[in-house]
């Protein structure tokens, strides 16, 4: 993959291109911005960049044919170092920061940065998930980002500077990610096999966000968010069924611990939705502004005016659906039991509902 390859972000790519070419690239980095939207492609095209050897120092263009490229690609480059929160943990574990207790600094990437390039021309590492960094975990990253080793730069990638500890945000630079133009994701679902009107009815619906666009391309998922938001305008509320078919549907994933978790995500994510928007045309003032988001998802619209038409709790009640949602959200990035999660959640949205 090259830049040009890159759908987007462009004002962040000339950012880097020109501090490259000035010899003054900073060396700790904090990502930002909504969640499906490139950053982690945007690294990974950054290492790439600076790492390629036929690149020139000054210029940010990676040949795409040496063997730095191709390890890049692999994720096998020995000067790129990337991690992640694993699927199972709530936080990002101090051992990928600073290694096991027997084996401190002597492994994990604070140590694997400060050691010498392998093969490139410096030490890059990807921190993924860097919201689940907790204090423990930002304090052993301190000395780093404090005194970076020399020819090293480190890049955290989360979703919003509100998430990320003083510590961090106080000595990162952050580059700042909007959402993708809905012509972006557009061109991506053309590229990616889909008719021209198809991908503009996905990308319009989208939001700006990729992965909210393949989950909209994606018949099966499709099939059970219309179920869903069904379940979530019913009155009464039937609740406990609610938490049922929910959890069927995350347990069909099997024994995938990443798949299941992203598939309760995505139940709590489209029930955010539904709230918001109700939220929003609940309220006098945001009127225009929902009836927006509707226009581009008939489905969604289709759901809020059903909803509204029964609807006894107004703004309040609708916002407290709403951030009921956002924590079950958290809880699952949390680790919480998904049966207990699934059956709170959907009570109290019953209750919160007045049903």
Known sequence: MLWSDLVGHRDQLEWFRTAVASGRLATSFLFVGPAGIGKRTFAR???????????????????????????????????????????????????????????????????????RPYSGRRKIAILDDCDALNVEG??????????????????????????????????CQAIIFRQLATADIQQLLVRSGHAEAEAQRIASAAGGSLEKAKQLADEEFQEFRNSLLAELIARPMNFSGLAKSCGAMV??????????????????????????????????????RAGELAQADPNLNQAINAALSS?????????????????????????????????????????????
């Open 45 to 115: 095209l950054l290492a790439k960049s600076l790492l390629c050897r036929n690149s020139p120092t000054d210029r940010l263009e990676p040949c795409d044919a040496c063997e730095d490229c191709a390890q890049v690609d692999a994720s096998t480059h020995p000067d790129l170092i990337q991690i992640s929160k694993p699927q199972d943990r709530a936080f990002i574990p101090i051992e990928l920061l600073i290694g096991e207790r027997d084996k401190r600094m002597r492994e994990g990437l604070c140590h694997d940065i400060s050691l």
């Open 138 to 171: 930002a304090n052993a990253l301190l000395k780093t980002l404090e005194e970076p080793p020399l020819d090293s730069i480190l890049i955290l990638v989360g979703t919003s500077l509100q998430r990320q500890l003083p510590t961090i945000r106080s000595r």
């Open 251 to 288: 347990d069909a994933a099997g024994n995938d611990t990443r798949e299941k978790r992203r598939r309760l995500q995505q139940v709590f994510s489209v029930a955010s939705e539904l709230y918001r928007a109700i939220t929003l045309k609940a309220a006098e003032n945001e009127n225009e």
């Open 311 to 355: 609807w006894t709790t107004g703004t309040q009640g609708a916002i407290q659906c709403w951030q009921r949602c956002l924590t079950a959200i958290e809880d699952c990035d949390r680790n919480a039991n998904q049966t207990a999660l699934l059956e709170t959640w959907a009570a109290d949205l019953a209750y919160a509902s007045k049903n």
